[in-house]
């Protein structure tokens, strides 16, 4: 991870920097910023750059070096990470997961509690428990293995139990030599008194609205004006800009579901609908769910659009556009019943029903309700 890769944040990248050349590194550093901001690829970030031994003169990790090179797979020996776990027996520490840490992490430098909780495949509360605070003593016994500094990163103090906190204490006081405690919480008031006094925070705002629209805009190809309403929606955080673009291309795909789906239920032609059956058929139950969720939604955004109430209609501008020439298909004599009939779908499908029979069934009975279209009084 090189600071470059990090979206924004160039006063703390600063500040870092001159942490680093003019030697006031503190022994233990608290990230401290809100979910999204970026503290924890900013500690990695951070970590990998006082480790580099190549150039660095352009004011960020080489990423060439073979200490680079091993940062950025997570596997440098002297890189260690603790975070909250999810118990799996009296053993389970982080060390356990660590191979989904590692995969999730290059994957989705930016995720939440609860995309990690999801990644170990539980739904359990996670904890950094007195296990892990044994694993930091024994880990960080040793001097650096290769490196000039070794790292532990700790994500999540908050979520560290006070037994835990307790036998850590002295160690994150007085590190060994060349051993740099690198911290990543969210709220103070949440992590003990006794650890905060211990570290040096560095305060990571929100991501400023222009970073998070160039980011948007470069790694999604979405135009500007698009980019900067999701920005400004986004609060400042990158995961929710990330979950808005998903969803965001979720509903384009659903989009296209919907509108095959109204056109060829109003052809009636048997052979199509059956193949709308046989290819939806083939998806996860999650996104057959979701097309018709969507297609419930953009039911009654067309009924509103037709009763000539546009104002309180809340669609994209090729929603907009499908809507205007399909919402006289909806009107006070089918729109109850076609939600219904989705709804009922819905239900079907999460009692693990055949998905083939359940749409064919859906589809038959809508090509009755899609006659001509009818003007809502």
């Not at 059956?274 to 419930?296: F, G, P």
């Not at 064919?360 to 309700?369: E, F, G, H, K, Y």
Request: with cysteine; aromatic share 8%; glycine share 6%.
């Amino acid at each position: 991870m090189q600071f470059k890769d990090i979206v924004g944040q160039g006063i703390v990248k600063n500040h870092l920097r001159e942490m680093y050349d003019k030697q006031r590194l503190a022994h233990a550093t608290l990230f401290l910023g809100p979910e999204g901001s970026g503290t924890l690829p900013l500690a990695l970030a951070f970590a990998q750059y006082v480790n580099c031994t190549g150039d660095k003169s352009g004011g960020d990790s080489c990423g060439q070096c073979p200490s680079c090179r091993k940062f950025a797979k997570l596997i440098h020996p002297d890189l260690h990470f603790v975070y909250p776990v999810v118990r799996r027996d009296e053993h389970t520490d982080s060390d356990t997961y660590i191979d989904e840490w590692r995969a999730l992490f290059c994957s989705e430098p930016y995720f939440d509690m609860e995309k990690w909780t999801e990644a170990m495949g539980g739904n359990k509360q996670a904890l950094i428990s007195r296990n892990d605070a044994a694993a930091i003593h024994r880990k960080l016994s040793m001097q650096p293995f290769e490196a000039q500094f070794q790292v532990l990163i700790m994500w999540h103090p908050e979520l560290m139990n006070d037994t835990a906190a307790n036998r850590i204490l002295k160690i994150l006081e007085e590190p060994p030599r060349n051993t740099l405690f690198m911290l990543v919480g969210e709220n103070t008031s949440e992590i003990l008194p006794t650890i905060l006094s211990r570290t040096q925070i560095v305060n990571v705002p929100p991501v400023l609205e222009e970073d998070i629209a160039q980011y948007v805009s470069a790694d999604y190809g979405v135009d500007q004006e698009q980019a900067g309403n999701i920005a400004h929606v986004s609060g400042g955080s990158v995961i929710k800009a990330r979950q808005m673009m998903s969803e965001l291309a979720d509903d384009n795909d659903n989009l296209d579901f919907f509108i095959d789906l109204m056109r060829k239920c109003y052809m009636r032609n048997v052979a199509d609908l059956l193949m709308i059956a046989d290819v939806t058929a083939k998806l996860t139950r999650e996104q057959v769910k979701s097309r018709l969720t969507y297609s419930i939604r953009m039911i009654r955004e067309s009924f509103v659009m037709n009763l000539g109430h546009g104002e309180l209609n809340y669609m994209t501008t090729a929603e907009e556009q499908f809507a205007k020439k399909f919402a006289p298909f909806i009107h006070i004599d089918n729109v109850m019943q076609l939600s219904d009939l989705m709804t009922e779908a819905i239900a079907q499908v999460e009692q693990n029903g055949n998905v083939r029979i359940i749409i064919a069934d859906l589809v038959m009975q809508m090509t009755i309700l899609l006659k001509k279209p009818r003007p809502t009084l």
